[in-house]
């Protein structure tokens, strides 16, 4: 669940800041300053939704097993 969990701090964190980028472009500092130390949050969001979806990738994969090559012997 902690991926799903991450996905979806993901997504309210880029609602925000696209709501104070909207307010920014009206001329609100406020809401610049919020965009800034948003941003500082969504890298480690993002850094920890790369580790978490390399993980679920490798874990949902079947593993495939080695066949064993039989060797003809020529004489």
Excluded: C, Y
């Amino acid at each position: 669940m902690a991926f799903q969990d991450t996905m979806r701090n993901m997504q309210e964190l880029l609602e925000q800041v696209m709501i104070d980028l909207n307010k920014v472009h009206k001329g609100n500092r406020s809401a610049a300053q919020r965009v800034r130390v948003s941003t500082i949050s969504l890298e480690k969001i993002g850094k920890r939704f790369r580790k978490e979806s390399i993980a679920a990738e490798k874990g949902s994969r079947p593993k495939l097993k080695k066949k064993k090559r039989k060797i003809s012997k020529v004489a």
